[in-house]
């Protein structure tokens, strides 16, 4: 099956007093063709229900930072958005090797050495042949933990769940993601083998746990090529570091981080794409990041009125491709940063369709951190109304 969703949790840690929330993202199994209708309907239309096509050209010298992303980013609220992000580096993960019979290794790799390997690709980052980004890894020992804990701070990836561990239908692996935010400096408490010990947080919004775990009732290959039905070990781990890192969904369909997998039949990639390099550059960038990039900034209005979560793509005026994407704040205003120099057209799309807020959750909490999905409803201090999905949709385009 192609198209499975690939989903992002987030749990929230304050005041030393850890409190699980949830932040969703998915692919699902139902949208299989998904990927090519969407791609192809970004590249081909010609205006958008919100607002008509800008023509607008970026030089290297265009660089201006805010707190309005493209590339969405996962996102806590401090007095308005903030991306959530390592405080420093390198990040540390390890992994336990155990797999089941539905991880099929024979002629390829370990789990482990394609694990290493969609670590890589994220630490080898280019935009155009320029290395924006300034992120690296280390691998520790491996573990026997095969649960997300969010309390240890370990970054574990798993393989071998406990029955425990839920899959919502059709998503074949999740990232489950902790944060500490507040004015900084915060502090966290980080619990292994029975000792806590206090750590600080000197940002608005650290990460300080995040957990991979792929479902085990999911057939997955580690083999180059991979089986033709299964899905890519490292394509999907790539995916999940992307979130590990501070990445939520994309909506470019060749992006690593749309939320709509495949299987290897169905075309499944490695690599990144420029909206991922980007993405992980802003998070992390390297002392040229905003010499060498511009920024795409503006407002998308409906009937006179900010639209919210608007979907805005920066596309290519040369080639046709989608090169960077986002979404809009509840005014409407949208900032892309780290775009490579260029002439771009700028398309503002429903977030409809196969689209909705719960596709972009970790996004959607730097707006409203106290209700769902960006904390459990059983829990009493989840007492916000959740903000509804955009109306501005009527199902058709123009």
């Given at each position: 099956m192609a198209?499975?969703?690939?989903e992002?949790?987030?749990?929230?840690?304050?005041s030393?007093?850890?409190?699980?929330?949830?932040?969703?993202?998915w692919?699902?199994?139902?949208f299989?063709?998904?990927?090519f209708s969407?791609?192809?309907f970004q590249?081909?239309?010609s205006?958008?229900?919100?607002?008509?096509?800008?023509i607008?050209?970026?030089g290297s010298?265009?660089?201006k930072l805010?707190?309005?992303?493209?590339?969405s980013p996962?996102?806590?609220?401090?007095?308005?958005?903030?991306?959530?992000?390592?405080?420093?580096?390198p990040i540390?993960?390890?992994?336990?090797?155990?797999?089941r019979?539905?991880?099929h290794?024979?002629?390829?790799?370990?789990?482990?050495?394609?694990?290493?390997?969609?670590?890589?690709?994220?630490?080898?980052?280019?935009?155009?042949?320029?290395?924006l980004?300034?992120?690296?890894?280390?691998?520790?020992a491996?573990?026997?933990l095969?649960?997300?804990?969010f309390?240890?701070?370990?970054?574990?990836?798993?393989?071998?769940?406990?029955?425990?561990?839920?899959?919502p239908?059709?998503?074949i692996?999740?990232a489950?993601?902790?944060t500490?935010?507040?004015?900084?400096?915060?502090t966290?408490?980080?619990t292994?083998n029975?000792?806590?010990?206090?750590?600080?947080?000197?940002?608005?919004?650290c990460i300080?746990?995040?957990d991979?775990?792929l479902?085990?009732?999911?057939?997955?290959?580690?083999t180059?090529?991979?089986?033709?039905?299964?899905?890519?070990?490292?394509?999907?781990a790539?995916?999940?570091?992307?979130?590990?890192?501070?990445?939520?969904?994309?909506?470019?369909a060749?992006?690593?981080?749309?939320?709509?997998?495949?299987?290897?039949?169905?075309?499944?990639?490695?690599?990144?794409?420029?909206?991922?390099?980007?993405?992980?550059?802003f998070?992390?960038?390297s002392?040229?990041?905003?010499s060498?990039?511009?920024?795409?900034?503006?407002?998308?209005?409906?009937?006179?009125?900010?639209?919210?979560?608007?979907?805005?793509?920066?596309?290519?005026?040369?080639s046709?491709n989608?090169v960077?994407?986002?979404?809009?704040?509840?005014?409407?205003?949208?900032?892309?940063?780290?775009?490579?120099?260029?002439?771009?057209?700028?398309?503002?799309?429903?977030?409809a369709?196969?689209?909705?807020?719960?596709h972009?959750?970790?996004w959607?909490?730097?707006?409203?951190?106290n209700?769902?999905?960006?904390?459990?409803?059983?829990?009493?201090?989840?007492?916000?109304?959740?903000?509804?999905?955009?109306?501005?949709?009527t199902?058709?385009?123009f």
């Amino acid at each position: 099956m192609a198209g499975a969703p690939v989903e992002s949790r987030k749990s929230k840690v304050e005041s030393r007093k850890p409190t699980c929330s949830g932040s969703h993202g998915w692919l699902a199994f139902n949208f299989q063709f998904s990927i090519f209708s969407i791609f192809n309907f970004q590249l081909m239309c010609s205006a958008a229900l919100l607002c008509a096509i800008l023509i607008l050209s970026l030089g290297s010298g265009l660089s201006k930072l805010g707190r309005l992303f493209g590339y969405s980013p996962e996102q806590d609220d401090v007095n308005g958005p903030v991306a959530a992000m390592w405080q420093a580096t390198p990040i540390h993960w390890r992994i336990n090797p155990s797999v089941r019979t539905n991880v099929h290794t024979t002629g390829g790799d370990t789990v482990g050495a394609a694990v290493g390997k969609a670590f890589s690709t994220w630490q080898s980052s280019q935009v155009n042949g320029q290395t924006l980004t300034n992120v690296s890894f280390t691998k520790d020992a491996n573990t026997s933990l095969t649960d997300p804990d969010f309390t240890n701070c370990l970054n574990t990836v798993s393989f071998v769940p406990s029955s425990a561990v839920a899959f919502p239908t059709g998503t074949i692996a999740f990232a489950d993601i902790a944060t500490d935010s507040g004015t900084p400096p915060t502090t966290y408490d980080c619990t292994q083998n029975g000792v806590t010990t206090t750590h600080t947080c000197n940002l608005e919004s650290c990460i300080v746990d995040a957990d991979i775990v792929l479902n085990p009732s999911v057939d997955f290959s580690t083999t180059t090529p991979p089986v033709a039905g299964d899905f890519d070990v490292q394509a999907t781990a790539t995916h999940e570091i992307g979130h590990f890192l501070g990445l939520d969904h994309s909506g470019i369909a060749n992006a690593i981080m749309y939320p709509f997998g495949d299987t290897v039949s169905a075309g499944a990639s490695r690599v990144l794409a420029i909206d991922d390099a980007v993405g992980v550059a802003f998070l992390y960038p390297s002392n040229n990041f905003a010499s060498a990039t511009g920024t795409i900034s503006g407002q998308v209005t409906l009937s006179g009125s900010g639209a919210f979560a608007a979907h805005v793509i920066a596309i290519d005026a040369a080639s046709g491709n989608a090169v960077v994407d986002g979404l809009t704040d509840t005014s409407g205003n949208y900032s892309l940063v780290g775009v490579p120099p260029g002439s771009y057209n700028v398309l503002a799309l429903p977030l409809a369709g196969i689209y909705d807020l719960s596709h972009f959750g970790g996004w959607y909490c730097g707006f409203s951190p106290n209700s769902p999905p960006c904390c459990d409803p059983a829990d009493n201090t989840c007492t916000g109304t959740q903000i509804p999905d955009p109306t501005n949709y009527t199902g058709k385009f123009f």
